[in-house]
Each structure stands twice: as C-alpha cells, then as structure tokens.
C-alpha cells in the first residue's frame, strides 16, 4: 500500500517562495520514477519537476526552470519542490506521484497517465 502526501502548500505574493513537501510511505523501491504535477482549472496536469532516484538526475518543465528546485531525503522517503520566485501562472493544485522506472530518460518520457501512485495535492495560489 503506497500512500503519498503533500504538505506546504499556501497563498503567497508573486516573488515568494514555497517548499512542498511529499511523505512517502509503502513504496520501497530502490529505483524509480518520483516527481510534481500540477493542474490549473480548466487545464490538464502537466509536469513540473521530476527525479529518477538512482543519482538524482532531475528534469524541470521550462516553465520552472531556474526557479525551482526538486530533492530528495531517501532516508526520510521525502521528496520536496522547493519554488522561489513564485508567479501567478505558478496557480495550480501540486501533486506528487511516483512509479517504478528502470532509468532517467524512461521517467522523462512517463506521462501523468503513467504514473501508478499520487497524492491527493495542496494549493498553492501566488497573488500579483
């Protein structure tokens, strides 16, 4: 039983900064597929950030390139998405989700769709 739940979530000024973070529990691969989704209303889930945990390697949308950063404590089976310089396209409801994966480039091409284990999200809404 894997269960994944977000935490951080809030309501900041565009500029501000936010850390998720993702308590992962039941999900004992070694190897695989770990990241953060995110879904505005009335658009689809998009990726944001994702990590393969063999090295650590991360992949980030462009949209969120430079400003934000995903980690792992494998210790504590945490995933975190630490966001700086937050803007108001930066709306939306986060997910972290997780699969099994045998390299980073299959995490990459691994579609919301793809992914077996999701959270139930936290709102992060950035004002102007």
């Known amino acids: 039983q894997v269960q994944l739940v977000e935490s951080g979530g809030g309501s900041v000024q565009a500029g501000g900064s936010l850390r998720l973070s993702c308590a992962v529990s039941g999900y004992t691969y070694s190897s695989g597929c770990m990241g953060w989704f995110r879904q505005a209303p009335g658009k689809e889930r998009e990726r944001v950030a994702t990590?393969?945990?063999?090295?650590?390697?991360?992949y980030y949308a462009d949209s969120v390139k430079g400003r934000f950063t995903i980690s792992r404590d494998a210790i504590r089976n945490t995933l975190y998405l630490q966001m700086n310089s937050l803007t108001p396209e930066d709306t939306a409801m986060y997910y972290c989700?997780?699969?099994?994966?045998?390299?980073?480039?299959?995490?990459?091409?691994?579609?919301?769709?793809?992914?077996?284990?999701w959270g139930q999200g936290t709102q992060v809404t950035v004002s102007s």
């Open positions: 990590i393969y945990t063999i090295g650590n390697r991360p």
């Open positions: 989700a997780a699969d099994s994966g045998p390299s980073w480039a299959y995490c990459q091409g691994l579609g919301p769709a793809g992914f077996s284990y």
